[in-house]
């Protein structure tokens, strides 16, 4: 049996942002006083994000690598490790995201537990994840991959199945040429179209 590994995406030290009260007015009283804008906002957190914010290329690249997600509440694929639940418990009682997901892989799940925090107050009521923020807090499975290795790993993956299709489309394309009559008979009966999405032109 392969040992589980687990990667938590921030460094260990950041758990002393944690702020009360008094500390969550005194932060935001300091950005204002020293003219400094809040790239993430902290309105109703006890702890700015202290996890890796992922834009859209990362998404994609990383959604490649564990294209399923579901609620954490529903996830039942594999067991969440015990240092996976306490990011999110850590995550839950400091009000970081809205809602957590798991993204994962059907045939090699090793999971991601991904943050998602609604833009604005509006945004949320509409549940409308436009413009929210996506945040990658943990991973598990084989592999203890870091950031920049897992958005390659999707890129890798995203580059071959490109390529899978143009082989399987050129593979098609050199039968229907070789054999044109059997196509014609395909396409007339409407199976050409349900494998490859060609139309003769009139």
């Given at each position: 049996?392969?040992?589980?590994?687990?990667?938590?995406?921030?460094?260990?030290?950041?758990?002393?942002?944690?702020?009360?009260?008094?500390?969550?007015?005194?932060?935001?009283?300091?950005?204002?006083?020293?003219?400094?804008?809040?790239?993430?906002?902290?309105?109703?957190?006890?702890?700015?994000?202290?996890?890796?914010?992922?834009?859209?290329?990362?998404?994609?690249?990383?959604?490649?690598?564990?294209?399923?997600?579901?609620?954490?509440?529903?996830?039942?694929?594999?067991?969440?490790?015990?240092?996976?639940?306490?990011?999110y418990e850590f995550a839950k009682n400091n009000e970081m995201f809205d809602y957590c997901e798991i993204w994962y892989n059907d045939?090699?799940?090793?999971?991601?537990?991904?943050?998602?925090?609604?833009?604005?107050?509006?945004?949320?009521?509409?549940?409308?994840t436009w413009n929210g923020t996506y945040s990658l807090l943990a991973r598990w499975g084989d592999e203890a991959l870091e950031l920049e290795q897992l958005i390659q790993l999707g890129?890798?993956?995203?580059?071959?199945?490109?390529?899978?299709?143009?082989?399987?489309?050129?593979?098609?394309?050199?039968?229907?040429?070789?054999?044109?009559?059997?196509?014609?008979?395909?396409?007339?009966?409407?199976?050409?179209?349900?494998?490859?999405?060609?139309?003769?032109?009139?």
């Amino acid at each position: 049996m392969k040992e589980m590994k687990v990667k938590v995406y921030r460094e260990p030290e950041n758990e002393s942002l944690v702020l009360n009260e008094e500390e969550l007015e005194d932060y935001h009283n300091l950005i204002e006083s020293l003219g400094l804008k809040n790239t993430v906002p902290v309105e109703d957190r006890k702890v700015p994000n202290v996890y890796v914010n992922l834009n859209s290329d990362a998404r994609i690249q990383l959604k490649a690598v564990c294209p399923r997600y579901e609620k954490i509440e529903d996830y039942v694929k594999t067991t969440i490790p015990l240092e996976v639940l306490k990011v999110y418990e850590f995550a839950k009682n400091n009000e970081m995201f809205d809602y957590c997901e798991i993204w994962y892989n059907d045939k090699a799940p090793d999971p991601m537990l991904v943050g998602f925090k609604y833009e604005n107050e509006k945004r949320r009521k509409e549940n409308s994840t436009w413009n929210g923020t996506y945040s990658l807090l943990a991973r598990w499975g084989d592999e203890a991959l870091e950031l920049e290795q897992l958005i390659q790993l999707g890129y890798t993956k995203i580059k071959q199945s490109l390529l899978d299709n143009i082989e399987e489309i050129s593979s098609l394309c050199r039968n229907i040429k070789e054999n044109p009559d059997l196509h014609v008979r395909k396409y007339i009966k409407g199976d050409l179209q349900s494998y490859l999405n060609i139309n003769p032109t009139f």
